[in-house]
């Protein structure tokens, strides 16, 4: 049933980026070569797990690009700031790829009350790189699916032998739509203990048709469980509503009138 | 077992109202053309969702009033300052109706200590609209629910087979009590991926009897299930609590004395 | 098996107090006479519910003595400044009974370094307090249980007919110990829908010997549940460490030392 | 199956270390008396715990060193002040150990934009203690193991009824690797109410072989899963994304380009 762990790569592979992430790690090759020395820890529970992280970790994704997903430059304030954007993500290695989940805010307009609505959701970029050496990764090469909220409260509630698929497109509404296809399968491993994440991409424009599998464990996946138990609250953007309680603020109260707006219950 | 999906409206339904959501939204109606033509993504996974959310949403229900539900205006900071209100909701769009779930703080009262204390548990407001074209609705005839905190908790605890239904009378313990009757009830679609939320509302003020049904989805409940757990902690005033826990005034300790209101266990 | 719903007082029951929180309260006698005339909300899902909480419940506990748990006066903010102090409970209001819950915060103290410890868990007060007639409960006589975050635990891993038993003794290790025992037991209710909470005290100092029932519906157990998740972590001060995660104060990385202290997996 | 409550110290026991923690502690022995003389708690839902907590409690481990795991002192704010470093475990004392948990936080760098990363993702360090009296441990002979977050979701997701085994070498790919082996191993206890935390080292550097057991009750249990499920977003960084998230910082929203970085679905 699972699908076998294959990598095709109909067009050629990209010459492989140098994988510095800052400039004084280029400096560091013998960083790197300790790394790939090490074995990976092992445990009985489950698929042998092969990611561990380390300071600039040169599997890791690169940094977020200086434009942001909406076109514009992020502000930037002074360098390691209080209230600095912060970039955080789950990144998970395995033999043949790299998963790394990225989570992006909401966004909001002002009202004209000079409140704040959300008007976008956030989401959680998933990040697919192949592997092309022992523990190397090239992110020149990745292809990413943009789970949305709904989405990822499909994959809360996928039972240990539940299969799930997504379909993308996302000049979905333009004139290049049903250019690109993007599938991304989640489904059990065949021993039950985990799931793969596969995902497939038709570039009809860059005549690129790729698939990435990854194996993620059991303990993995609670771990994604429990990031996006943590993160749907916030890329809904509630948490900047809890935030903006002010008990002190409280208003002194007043029967509410009726009307449909104030229905209550008691 | 599950009802079908209808729509009784038997009041006349009122004129559409523009949709428009903030004035410069209402120049851009080529932008709502562009959004109708986009076939909402598919799943496997369970009843084919037709929800995705866009800038300026047209489908999304509009801002709060200027009067909140306590018949005040709400302080309004300058627009869009640290600090400003936030509100935020989550909205599902399905092709008879939309629902959104929008939360509602807490109140306080100051105590005489200087301390506060929550006087009324926060709640979520369940907005249903119909739809009147695709992608569509009409939120000017929009009924709502209020869902206390407890209720919250009775659907979260919900098996996936188990129903479930609340009663509201909005004027209960006022002259017009009876007039209005409210049922929201929840219980599973035939196939046992998804659940019907259905609001009937029967106000004799008003000469309406209507019945609004939604299917949600298994992920769309994950999602409201994981919300749900976020926000009642927030709703109840717990938060407030917890944000007021401050290490450094932390009293220096002293035995506890023997009281009934100073039980220790050990 | 689930004990009958018995409330035994050997004492002679004390004058029933004012149920005045504040004092333009009082003022207000025909708000409480309209809120006792209310009937319950209902609901087919569980055990019928007689909870509804308003603005200066009457039937709510009084707000917390001046002097704290540790007696001493808490520091006193000018009134609903921000950052005074905030107290919130969840409280559930039957027919013979009410309870309420009511987080306490951890204790710190200063290391030698500047940093704060957590010396001593919060836990949550549990407050029974016996109704005295139709909507009205004597918190004059509450008997209280301070729930500690191991029991937090197993109420939290109890399945749906497990029972349970705590056993306090708050004079354990004083001159006293041995002459209150209290004893908090939860149980399924006979229709597996929800439990009892049950807490029985025998006070020889005082000659008392009384026990007092409340049937918990499986909603709001749901919510003790998710109430019980969020705080734990408060009460255990893991939340004042996150908060004290500065990433713009991140050291520069050195390489960890060999030590016992510095184990390291990779 | 489980393995019989043993503690095999091979090598010559250290001095027993002087339980002080802080000066004014020493001064104190008939606290720690008193202590030792109170029975522990009972409960019947589960192995009988025999922990507690108490001011200055003369079983918990030392706080931290003042150079921290990363070599360099930490930041020192005058002392108590706001945003000061604040440390909390969770501690479970046994008849022949005791076990705790103490949370690490996790690594950023600055980026040239400003903005923060996450490159090393923080973990939980598990400190075992053998008991050397009743109700005293000692933590000059612990032995620790860091728990990262892979393993953390590991224990989240282990049935009732299954097993974990984590092997851990400090010295991985330097010099002494394979001198030091660590194993831990979470396992059901025989009445299936509970789990045994075991801990076995193999350190040939200090000809050290120790192995410790601690009984975990289902409650005690729960309270680490709730814990875990609160700190893995945090020692992941993800919480100081979302603290990053300035809903009046939101950028006014252009149309994304069309580029592998800009996938969208809808």
């Not at 790569?9 to 790394?35: E, M, R, V, Y």
């Not at 445990?43 to 042998?48: A, D, E, P, T």
């Not at 771990?223 to 509630?238: A, D, E, K, L, R």
């Amino acid at each position: 049933m699972p699908p076998p762990l294959s990598l095709s790569l109909p067009s050629p592979p990209p010459p492989l980026q140098p994988l510095s992430l800052l400039p004084h790690h280029a400096k560091a090759p013998s960083h790197s070569l300790a790394l790939s020395s090490r074995p990976p820890p092992s445990s009985v529970c489950s698929v042998v797990p092969a990611r561990h992280s380390d300071y600039f970790d040169p599997r890791a994704p690169p940094p977020p690009p200086q434009r942001d997903v909406y076109g514009q430059p992020p502000p930037t304030p002074a360098q390691g700031t209080p209230g600095a954007r912060v970039f955080a993500s789950y990144s998970i290695y395995k033999g043949k790829a790299a998963l790394a989940f990225d989570p992006r805010p909401p966004q909001f307009v002002p009202l004209e009350s000079g409140a704040l609505k959300v008007v976008k959701e956030g989401f959680v970029l998933l990040q697919f790189a192949p592997a092309v050496a022992a523990r190397q990764y090239d992110w020149s090469r990745k292809q990413v699916f943009s789970l949305s909220v709904w989405e990822m409260g499909t994959l809360l509630s996928l039972g240990p032998t539940d299969s799930c698929e997504f379909f993308h497109d996302p000049f979905k509404g333009r004139s290049d739509e049903g250019k690109v296809r993007k599938v991304l399968k989640v489904e059990p491993t065949p021993d039950g203990n985990g799931r793969f994440f596969n995902l497939s991409v038709q570039n009809r424009l860059l005549n690129v048709d790729e698939s990435i599998y990854i194996p993620i464990t059991k303990g993995e996946y609670a771990v994604i469980v429990s990031t996006f138990n943590y993160i749907i609250p916030h890329i809904m953007g509630w948490s900047t509503f809890t935030n903006s309680i002010k008990p002190e603020d409280s208003q002194p109260y007043s029967r509410p009138q009726s009307s449909p707006e104030l229905e209550w219950r008691r």
